[in-house]
């Protein structure tokens, strides 16, 4: 199962992972697509299933970041109480990724707490990564 090999899911447990796989839509985009601009409501949380995606952040001397690894995360914005995502994702190439509605992803987490925690943790770890890259 494509889910479970991902960093950010790969400890929680299987039912979990399952009913996370039930409401996960795989959604296909063309070169140029804009997923989301910063200010856009936070709705929807993003694996990349193949392609890449650019994260912006700041309008001025934009921070940038490319989202180009199988089972990748972004859209973080949703899942960590924001109303609004606060960097814009556009695609660079055709682009397939797995989007998941955050109220979905909630939904499962409070039917699995532990699953829930394993992955926030994933996430904080994910998310100090992707700090560090983007400093260097």
Partial sequence: M??????IFKELRQEAV???SEVALE???DRGTTLFSSGDPADYFYILVNGSVQ?????ENPKEYIVHN???AFGWSSVVGND????????LVPTKVLRINKLDLEKVFDAHER???KFYM???KQLGQRLMDMHH
């Fill in 27 to 29: 959604v296909s985009y």
């Fill in 70 to 72: 199988l089972g990748e």
């Fill in 122 to 124: 994933s996430l904080a």
């Fill in 115 to 117: 699953s829930g925690r």
């Fill in 18 to 20: 399952n009913e996370i």
């Fill in 2 to 7: 494509f889910l479970q090999k991902t960093n």
């Fill in 55 to 59: 994260l912006s952040i700041g309008e």
């Fill in 84 to 91: 609004c995502y606060t960097a814009r994702a556009q695609c």
